[in-house]
Structures are given as C-alpha cells and as structure tokens.
C-alpha cells in the first residue's frame, strides 16, 4: 500500500470514528465508491444498443486525479445515449431526510450534454432502463453551450415530472464537484455544490406541483379613505411678508466706476448684476411627515380556494434504483462517490474527506496538464504551418502545368491530377484548354505573376481569359447591396473571403488560413485591411492573422470562448451580439459542433452567413467522423435518389466541375430542398439510412434549424 492510500485509510477510519455516535441515529441506503466489484451491482442497459446509438462506461479516474486508484466510471463514447443502473434496498423517505449527493468531472469539452443521476421506483427492467423510464427525482447538471449551465431538480408527484422553477447554475470547469439534495419532512430543501448552499426553500413555493396556499384577492380595492401620502404640505406654513418682492439679482455692492468713465461719451454707469443671496426662489409650503399615513396599500392575501394540502408532499415513491441515463455530444464525464442516506452531516463529512482534501491536488494536476496541452498546440500550430508554408512553396515552383487524361473509354473513371480537387466544393483555380480532352491547367499564383511582370490590367488579363474560353481564372466575385464578397483559395483545400464595401472601402477577410493570397488579392485593388474575422480557432483558418494584422493593423474579431486560442484576437463576440462593418449590421450565432466555441457571421442586409466548417454544401460541416465520400452529390443521390430537386442540382454541379467552377457559394434555401443533413427528418429519406454510420453522423447536425425561415447565401470551406 502506498503512503498517499494508508494516509487516505486512515483519514477514512477516523471519519468513522467521528461518525460512530451519529450513525447510530442515522442510516445509510446507498454508497457506490466504484471500487473493485462495481460491476456486479450495476447493470448497462441495452437501450438504444440495437440503433448503435448507446454508449459504454470506461472504469478509471479519469485524467489529472488527486488518487489514481480513486476511480469511478467515465462515458467513454462521443455523440451517445448512456444507460446504467443500480438496485438498491428499498427506501421510503417518509418521516426523515432524504439526501442525495454524488461527484462528477466534466473533463471534456461537453458542448451539449447531462451529468445528472436519477432515482427510480417500482420495479425497472434495468436491461430496457432509457429515457422514457419513469422517475421519482432528477437531480444534476445539464450543459448545452453557452446558453444552457442548469442543475435540474425535477420531482415526480402523482405521475407528472416538475422541474424547479428557479435558474441554478451548475459549475462548467474540468475539475471534480459534488452535488447534493437535501429533502426534509417540512418540504423544504437545500441544494448544495461543493458543500456550500446554493440554493434553499420549500416545494410549496419553488415548484409548481400544488396551488399556492395563498393568492391574492383579486377583488380587494383600496378604501377611499387610506392615505397613503408619507409627507403632506405643512398646513401652518405661510409665505413670508414681501417675499414675492426680493429680486433675483441684484447690482454688485463691489462694483465700481471706471475713473476713466464719461457719462456724456458712455452713458448712465450701471454696476452689473449679480445673484441675490437673499434670494430663495419661488415660495413653496414645507412638507411634513402625514400624521394620518397607513402605509402603502398592498392587495390582501386570501387562502386559495383551489389549494388542497398533502402533508406527504414531500414522500417520494420508494426508491429501488439508481440510474445514470444520459446524451452527450462528448463523452469523458467520470461520475464518483454516490450517496443515498438521511444524515446531511455524514454527506458533509464526506464531501470533506474526499473533495476538500483533494481539490487543489486535483487543480495542480489539471493545470500541469493545461500546459502541457498548450505547448502541444503550439507545436502542432507550428509544425502545421510549416506544412502550409512547403505546400505554398511547392505550389509556386512546381511547373506551370499539370495534364489532366480523361479517358476515352465510359467503364473507366476520370483520372485526376493528385494536387486537384476530389470533390463537389472545390476545383483548382486554372485555365482549362481544349475542353473534353486533354486539359493544362496553370496555377493562379503564376499567372498573377506574369500579369504583374508585364504590367497587364487585371481586367485586361480577365477579359483576355474569358475570350480564350477559359472555365475559371478569378476568384469568384459576388456582389450584394453594397458588400462584394470574393473568395480567395488558400493552402491546398480552403477559401478565404474578401469583404469590400463599396460605398466606404473598408475591408475584411474571414478566415485567412494564409496571408499572401490574401495580401496578393489586396494588392492587386491597392486596397488595406480592417478587419479579420475567424468563425473558429483552427489553424487552417486562422494561420494569416499574425502576419495580416503586422502588415496591415487589421483587427481580430472572434468567439469569446475561443479568446485564448484565436492568434492576435482584439474584440471577442457571443451569441447574439451584433457588430457593424461599415454599415452593414452583423449578427453573431454561435454554431458549436465542429468546436466549441465556433460561430458563423450573419450580414441580413446582405443575405450571406459565413459558417466556417460548420455547414457545407449537400453536406454536413466538419465533424471528426464521416468521409469526403458522405459529403458530396453523389453521396446525396444515393440517400434520396427521387428527390427532384437535387437531382437538378446535381446535374448543375456536374456541370461546374466540368468547367472547373467551385460548387458555392449556395444558398439554405436550396440545401433544405438537396442536402441529406438538413432532410433527416424527411418521409422520403429512406429506413436504410437510419441505421447506418451515415445516419448517425446526420442526426449531429442541428445548427442552423432555428434559422431555416431564413433564404440567404452559403459561404462555407471544406477542409477534408
């Protein structure tokens, strides 16, 4: 045995000591410290299981433990039902204390998920135990984002499920709390984080479960007799004699004639005017405490002819189980240290033992891993840049042509060069000679090159291109109201986007994932740079800023919660704020998925949203699952291959593939009509698909539902 667990032994028995006289009154129903033998009390559901959508308990302590071999149980698989239960002995809280108390560590960047612990009654076939299983209490956290930090107290009363009405917030960090529940006989409660109170009152008035007591009388109205004037004039005030005569100013008693003053050059000499101290103003009757006040009048409270008390309000069903049933968009939660008993102290005293004793270990612990996670992003950002920095540099010396072979033969597929584009969102710039056969494509790079070399006007050399057929030269330039949007391609697979306003010249750039196709695109217009806005902190979308914002004193705009993490960021935004760019209104919406703190920019006058990886076209957005292969036309077809209007749209992005057009931007409108992601809930997606990867992966992808009555233009990238 080790010298940390002998010491932790010990700290335990003399618990027990402490605890021997108290004990004797008090009673301890459940206590799962997930030692060795849990698994023979607890019991994993097979709900959800068939669908592949259930999800499996890892035993450890999870990451930057104070105690290694303290462990408890972690969800172990990401975007997953989680369903696990324990029987107990039969428990009825009638006539004492219920509480319930238990420890839970969101290590991971939850996003949207539960933390909370049920307790059942009546018999539960804890192989079918899931989400439709009924409950006596519901207690815990539940995140979603940043708009959702609740801790549920949901009670079972009669058969019906009633959350408490007031807003409590759970805590949000990646270090260990305990939760605990206090009922008592007179119906009141506490709830606890951390052995403090965070909240505390009474069913009666904190939960709509019976009619309030009292109500009031709607009928009652004030006697015309009640004064409720505090102060009143004073009756016996008079107004001086002569004060309406006292002037307000009067002339300088200081003043003096000038010596040099001629009243026969400069007229009668009169001394200036100065405030009157004698002077009060107009008269006003004091005011004086009103012997005859009763105070304001209030609407009385009568009894509510609807209330009907039950003194076992309080008396949950007896408890048989304990159950864990939750979703979470991340798994890594390591739930700890359950606690079913009637002695609040015991529970105090536990929280002692084990999270005051140990929380700043635990904080060291996690700090040193921070660190360590930092440096590691650090060097990866580094080493990706690098990449991107080779990538560029081969892309600039390698020769000025590729050969495209397109066989002749039907059987045998396209065969494309390795450095183009193998899907529907992104086709390299170049100019494509000879339509149908062999096709030479020259880089963009070197042709803004030799235009630069030889002086030619940018629309000259663009003119020039269209005349020979040329498919695509220029990035694509959309123009709305005043905001022209061009899309600039980046590193291997990505865009930039340009924003111009006409009217002011100011310009932005979302997104830059390299600075020098983006200052290559400014200096071309000999234009400056404002702003910088990044939809997320992923280097590939954010590797331009440091050097943009040197080059130009562009400012950074991005998410507040990826504040430490966006390079050289000057003003962070949330969910629902609004900004201005030149004029033009932007709306934040926070879009979490593809990160957490990853948010899409919305111009309304405009109509274009810039949604990062968080939504693509006929596609979903960048998640860490799925393949190119599930985010393309095809892909689509297979899904829904009756759908009409995709089978249009296929053919138009065939189409612009054989031109060697980019497929965006689109528009909401039409991915409601072609894109799988978005139709999940179709009666024309077929069964099949319901029980694929495929399916599963589609059902993520919420996002931008409350934002569907919206028609607006798409900008996206794909970064496969």
Not at 519 to 529: C, E, G, H, P, V
Request: glycine share 6%; proline share 6%.
């Amino acid at each position: 045995m080790s010298e940390f667990q002998l010491i932790k032994a010990l700290n335990f028995l003399l618990l027990l000591l402490l605890l021997l006289i108290d004990s004797a009154y008090s009673e301890i129903f459940f206590e799962e410290r997930f030692d060795d033998g849990w698994q023979s009390r607890w019991v994993l559901s097979d709900w959800k299981r068939i669908e592949g959508k259930a999800g499996t308990f890892k035993h450890t302590a999870g990451k930057w433990a104070a105690d290694p071999d303290d462990k408890g149980i972690q969800t172990y698989n990401d975007a997953k039902h989680y369903a696990i239960s324990a029987k107990i002995p039969e428990y009825s809280n009638k006539d004492r204390t219920l509480v319930f108390q238990y420890s839970i560590k969101f290590e991971q960047d939850i996003e949207c998920g539960g933390g909370y612990i049920k307790l059942l009654s009546g018999y539960v076939n804890q192989k079918k135990f899931g989400g439709d299983t009924p409950y006596s209490l519901m207690f815990g956290p539940d995140i979603c984002s940043t708009q959702k930090k609740k801790l549920h107290a949901i009670v079972s009363y009669q058969g019906q499920n009633y959350p408490i009405k007031k807003e409590i917030q759970c805590e949000t960090d990646k270090l260990t709390h305990f939760y605990t529940f206090i009922l008592r006989p007179d119906a009141s409660y506490s709830i606890l984080v951390d052995n403090r109170e965070r909240e505390t009152g009474s069913l009666y008035t904190d939960w709509d479960i019976l009619p309030p007591p009292k109500i009031k009388d709607v009928h009652a109205k004030k006697p015309a007799d009640w004064d409720d004037r505090e102060y009143i004039f004073d009756p016996n005030d008079v107004k001086p004699e002569g004060y309406d005569s006292i002037p307000a100013e009067i002339p300088d008693p200081k003043a003096k004639k000038p010596a040099d003053w001629d009243e026969e050059d400069d007229g009668i000499w009169r001394a200036k005017k100065v405030p009157n101290p004698a002077y009060k103003g107009p008269w006003k009757r004091k005011k004086i405490k009103n012997p005859n006040y009763k105070g304001k009048w209030k609407t009385p409270w009568i009894d509510n002819p609807e209330f009907e008390d039950d003194p076992d309000l309080y008396v949950l069903k007896p408890i048989k189980y304990v159950g864990i049933e939750v979703w979470q968009v991340k798994a890594g939660s390591v739930y700890d240290n359950i606690l079913i008993c009637d002695d609040p102290d015991y529970a105090r005293a536990v929280v002692e033992d084990i999270w005051a004793k140990n929380k700043e270990i635990e904080k060291d612990a996690f700090e040193e891993a921070e660190k360590a996670r930092r440096a590691k992003e650090e060097e990866d950002g580094k080493k990706a840049k690098e990449n991107g920095d080779k990538k560029r540099d081969r892309g600039r010396h390698r020769r000025c042509y590729s050969y495209l072979w397109k066989s002749n033969s039907k059987d045998l597929p396209l065969q494309h060069d390795p450095h183009d584009y193998l899907d529907d969102y992104h086709m390299r710039t170049g100019l494509c000679i000879w339509p149908g056969g062999r096709q030479l494509c020259l880089r963009k790079n070197l042709l803004y090159g030799f235009m630069r070399f030889l002086s030619i006007p940018y629309k000259t050399l663009r003119g020039v291109s269209r005349s020979l057929g040329v498919s695509h030269f220029c990035s694509v330039v959309m123009t709305s109201s005043s905001l022209e949007v061009e899309m600039i391609p980046c590193l291997s697979d990505n865009y930039a986007y340009l924003l111009h306003d006409v009217n002011t010249g100011t310009v932005g750039v979302v997104d830059p994932s390299e600075a020098l196709p983006v200052i290559d695109a400014l200096s071309r217009k000999n234009r400056n740079l404002t702003y910088i806005l990044n939809t997320h902190h992923h280097y590939d979308h954010t590797g331009g800023n440091m050097e943009l914002k040197e080059m130009y004193g562009a400012k950074v705009i991005g998410s507040e919660i990826d504040r430490d993490r966006i390079p050289g960021i000057d003003m962070v935004l949330k969910d629902g704020d609004k900004w201005m760019f030149a004029g033009h209104e932007v709306l934040v919406i926070e879009t979490p998925g593809h990160t957490r703190g990853h948010i899409s920019f919305y111009f309304p006058g405009s109509q274009a949203i810039f949604t990062g990886d968080t939504l693509f076209s006929l596609s979903c957005g960048k998640l860490f699952e799925g393949t190119p292969e599930q985010s393309n036309s095809k892909f689509a077809l297979s899904i829904e291959p009756g759908n009409e209007a995709l089978k249009s749209y296929a053919a138009h992005v065939a189409h612009l593939r054989n031109k060697g057009l980019p497929t965006i931007p689109t528009t909401l409108k039409k991915e409601k009509l072609c894109n799988p992601f978005l139709r999940t809930s179709s009666m024309e997606i077929p069964p099949v698909a319901q029980n694929s990867s495929t399916q599963q992966m589609m059902q993520k992808h919420w996002v931008l539902s409350a934002k569907q009555r919206i028609t607006f233009r798409i900008y996206h990238y794909l970064c496969i």
